[in-house]
């Protein structure tokens, strides 16, 4: 019996593939103002049906519940009307972004005459895997129709229902509006092996985005066959200058920790330098511990502020998600810079620092797809950047970094005007 329905969900994929890949063709050639009116179709949609998104969120939440989910992680499932509202309205600002797709980036004229350039062209069939948030659903559908991808959307199980009643919604309002069948699609099965399938669809999938935690990479990096843009792991730093402002330290060390620490941008450890550190602790420690926040520091950390947990190695390299920081006191920028390269995700990192000359090297020397100074580690995200949203934050070097909006999820073609040229 498990046998058969194995069979019958991989024929269900390589169905969805092929339809994925018939859309594809379509996609790439529709109009900017057929996918702008797709787009403002969908986001009505996710208002009208707010209640029917509602109830199926109601039924994931209730589930985590009975699954011991920790709090961070229900606040990364939760959906609420203002959440929905953002979906609606992270979708519109999409629409109104530039369409990419046939912009001609350079042209340039060769002796022979032969006028040579690059174009934006659609990637051509993305799949995304996906963990605990919902809103991905709507952001990452709405990038891809932009851009002319079709996309295969494989949430997680914990938000199974939630991304149904989502991706219904919005390929049904885009459907309405003339953009083929197949562009949007949900793969509505939360097993690895369907999962690993996808990993695996070369006849049909031009790229794969996983978007999650350590657990879901490591199976890509294992089993993916396709070509694959990582996302996700946010080891993110905050670095405190001995040439910081200590109340511009503290806010941003507040902002980056407590104000959503289920999400992969938020600070996961804190770095001093020992100039300031007895002045810049005390302070920013109790305010933290107001707000819930478990401390967990280095040795030099405990003697300036009692009763903070001991470190272990594993602190430095964990992604808590959580209000859970660990603190280390450096003894210098370098130390600072060389920590974060040996414990970070490549994700996002930020120093707080009135000195010039540190800022710049600070920025030179850590390698992240992100760095800041003087502000919150949290400003890493689509919208933010003016993206409208965002497919997940590269986390390597190849193609896209940083996060990917609308041009990451581009290639190029040479196109080449010639006046009969032939080559001697």
Known sequence: ???????????????????AREAARILATASTSQKNKALMAMARALREEKSEILAANAVDMENGRKQG?????????????ARIEDMAAGVEDVASLPDPIGEVIKMWR??????IGRMRVPLGVIGIIYESR???????????????????LRGGEEAINSNRAIARIIAGAAQNCGIPEGAIQFVDSASREDAIELMRMNEFLDVLIPRGGKGLKEAVQANATVPVIMTGMGNCHTYVDEFADVEMATR???NAKT??????NATETLLVHEKIAEKFLPGACAELLQRGVELRGCERTRAIVPGVKPATEQDWETEYLDLILAIRVVNSLEEAISHINRYGTMHTEAIVTKDYDNARRFLAAVDAACVFVNASTRFTDGFQFGFGAEMGISTQKLHARGPMGLEELTSTKFIVFGSGQIRE
């Open 69 to 81: 989910l920790t709090a961070a992680l229900l606040d990364r499932l939760l959906l609420t009307e």
């Open 259 to 264: 104000q959503r620490p289920s999400v992969c």
């Open 1 to 19: 019996m498990e046998r058969g329905v194995r069979i019958f969900m991989k024929m269900q994929l390589y169905e969805m593939g092929r339809k």
């Open 252 to 254: 941003i060390i507040i």
């Open 134 to 152: 919902p809103n991905v659903t709507a952001d990452a559908a709405s990038l891809c129709l932009k851009t002319g991808n079709a996309i295969l």
């Open 110 to 115: 060769r002796p022979n005459g032969l006028e």
